[in-house]
């Protein structure tokens, strides 16, 4: 097959696939379309290809920081993703300031109280509130600081004052009420976060600022402003993942899933918005886990990710991921990764035997053919003894 890559690239589209197919032939090399396709993009002149490499603004870092704690630094891809998600069930952003001005311990911060006082009385009232709750400070600014984003629930509070945490934790987090205090806002579309979160960690630093550069263009190119939001976050535990990206979107039911993704690239990018935003298919070489799944269940079963770590996981970790119970056993159930696995509870069984009727049915037809053939290959020559032995007895008695 290397043979047939080795082919001139000065030639237009048609002519270059015109060409693979002849040297496929010749080699006896069985290329399909799809294949055809990437092949022939493959050996476009260079002059003529589109790429997104260089594409992002990286000037103001140096070549040492890159290395170092870009996206060309060594322990890319190192590590195994899947699972490195601590489990949760609400996410809820205290848009604040900007990154720049987040201390390395934004939530611990004296001079600037008010996620400190959020932090805390989540904390404390964690026990009064269901499910567990997950909070990061995002990006604010004049006339946004103090606004509260809640996920899954899209719903935003406007203007959360110091004064008022005690009060909004236990009307809206503790007792599941509006806050009465606040204006309340119904979000919609896709949000994504970016860890950029320079002051914790400088590959934050680094990794973040490119991405939503690049997630803005990419956006803005698809003409989905309007559609999909870009927020730069503080520190969601990895930091040897960045770029670190969460995404909240509905799935094809409605449904809104918070999925992370570590390692991420500007390169990555256009998938993020085409592959996991626009059609609801995980990118599993980069996902680390999602909302709402246990830490073991978010695990991806027993296969070789493609970044080239293996995952082993044990049964339970499987059972948990397919969340799989005797209320919907047989009807309809919600995979790890937002997918609906709906089949009847006996489906497995029916379609074993089906296979194996199948395979017997094929089998039997098979011996049934070949008996026939025999029968007609004896009959024909015991018909042709039988003319051999009448010919004979003509001649002799001719003779």
Request: one cysteine or more; aromatic letters at 6%.
């Amino acid at each position: 097959m290397t043979q047939c890559l080795s082919m001139h690239n000065g030639y237009p589209t048609l002519a270059r696939i015109l060409i693979l197919i002849s040297a496929a032939r010749s080699l006896n090399c069985h290329l399909s379309p799809r294949k055809l396709l990437f092949l022939s993009h493959s050996l476009q002149p260079a002059r003529h290809r589109t790429t997104t490499t260089t594409t992002y603004n990286m000037s103001a870092i140096s070549a040492e920081d890159d290395s170092k704690f870009g996206f060309t630094r060594d322990e890319m891809y190192k590590s195994n993703l899947a699972g490195t998600v601590d489990p949760y069930d609400r996410h809820l952003f205290l848009c604040f300031k900007s990154p720049d001005a987040w201390l390395s311990r934004v939530e611990d911060s004296d001079t600037d109280p008010l996620p400190k006082l959020l932090a805390s009385a989540l904390k404390s009232r964690k026990d009064d509130i269901t499910g567990k709750t997950k909070m990061t400070v995002c990006a604010g600014g004049e006339g946004t600081d103090g606004d509260v984003l809640i996920f899954p629930d899209m719903i935003e509070y406007k203007g959360l004052k110091e004064s008022e945490v005690d009060s909004f934790v236990e009307e809206v987090l503790v007792n599941g009420k509006p806050w009465d205090s606040g204006v309340q806002e119904v979000l919609t579309g896709s949000h994504v976060f970016v860890c950029a979160h320079g002051n914790r960690d400088r590959r934050c630093g680094v990794c973040g600022p490119a991405l939503i550069e690049k997630l803005k263009e990419e956006i803005e190119s698809r003409g989905l402003k309007d559609q999909i939001f870009v927020s730069p976050c503080s520190h969601v535990g990895g930091h040897k993942y960045a770029g670190n990206i969460i995404i909240y979107s509905p799935d094809s039911e409605g449904k809104i899933m918070g999925h992370w993704y570590g390692y991420v690239t500007p390169d990555d990018v256009p998938a993020l918005l085409d592959q996991h935003i626009a059609k609801g298919e995980i990118i599993e070489r980069l996902w680390r886990g999602q909302m709402g799944a246990s830490a073991e269940g978010e695990k991806v079963d027993a296969q070789k990710l493609p970044n080239g770590q293996e995952a082993n996981m044990s049964k339970k970790q499987e059972d948990s991921n397919t969340q799989v119970t005797k209320e919907n056993l047989g009807g309809c159930c919600q995979g790890a990764n937002g997918f609906s696995c709906c089949r009847d509870g006996s489906s497995d069984v029916t379609e074993q035997k089906k296979l194996k009727e199948a395979k017997g049915g094929k089998l039997s037809s098979w011996i049934k053919s070949l008996e026939q053939r025999d029968v007609l290959t004896a009959a024909a020559v015991v018909g042709a003894v039988a003319t051999v032995a009448v010919a004979y007895s003509i001649y002799r008695k001719s003779g």
